[in-house]
């Protein structure tokens, strides 16, 4: 399975500001996921981040809501931009395993926009 | 679009079996997955079946895949206190895309 980390564990923002989230794993992959979990929610994906070129967006979610930046293979960040409450959700990366088939998630990153 | 749909809520005693059942609507596909998810933690990955594939054991866990009528199970042998947690049905195709169901919370009681 992949090792997944992620920065922050949790944070509390004020609103109008902005967070960056890291993620980092313990091997290249070609491919990486950002999804939020709203409070008692499933999870829903928000952009599927490739190395070399732009994030692909799912409906609902934008580049500028959600910039996503992915250096190499290891490693990805999202940023959530002037937050408002209806942001305060669980972030989780997530990346394929060593098997095709396996997907592995992150710890999560607890977001509370106050 | 896609949906998965999962009940919401399954309370079992300690030692019976579980059940947790999910249905889905993209007969398209190809990997459909249980994940746990324990209070404050992250998802973790319990065990995957082939589009393919009519069941999976993996100890005391059993999947069962009926693809004709898009439904896909979890069965927990032998629950335990330690098995309460929320899972989910996800299911997802070459793209590597995972669509969620709404999450079962399974409870476990004494």
């Known amino acids: 399975s992949a090792v997944i980390s992620q920065k922050p564990s949790r944070d509390i923002c004020q609103r109008g500001t902005s967070l960056t989230i890291q993620c980092q794993v313990d091997s290249q992959v070609t491919m990486m996921f950002w999804y939020r979990q709203q409070p008692g929610q499933s999870l829903t994906l928000i952009a599927t981040?490739?190395?070399?070129?732009?994030?692909?967006?799912e409906s609902g979610f934008v580049i500028d809501k959600f910039p996503i930046s992915r250096p190499n293979l290891t490693f990805s960040t999202l940023t959530v931009s002037n937050m408002s409450p209806e942001d305060s959700s669980i972030y989780l990366c997530?990346?394929?395993?060593?098997?095709?088939?396996?997907?592995?998630f992150g710890p999560g990153t607890r977001l509370l926009v106050l | 679009g896609e949906d998965v749909e999962q009940s919401l809520f399954l309370s079992v005693r300690e030692g019976d079996s579980s059940v947790i059942n999910c249905t889905y609507t993209?007969?398209?596909?190809?990997?459909l997955y249980w994940y746990k998810q324990e209070p404050g933690a992250g998802l973790q990955l319990l065990t995957y079946i082939f589009s393919n594939m009519d069941m999976k054991q993996d100890q005391r866990l059993t999947v069962l895949l009926n693809k004709k009528d898009k439904h896909l199970s979890l069965r927990i042998a032998d629950t335990q206190t330690g098995d309460s947690a929320i899972y989910f049905c996800a299911v997802g195709g070459i793209t590597g895309k995972l669509i969620f169901g709404q999450g079962t919370t399974l409870q476990v009681k004494p």
């Open positions: 993209d007969s398209s596909s190809t990997y």
């Open positions: 997530s990346v394929p395993g060593q098997i095709q088939e396996t997907q592995y």
């Open positions: 981040a490739n190395q070399g070129s732009e994030a692909t967006y």
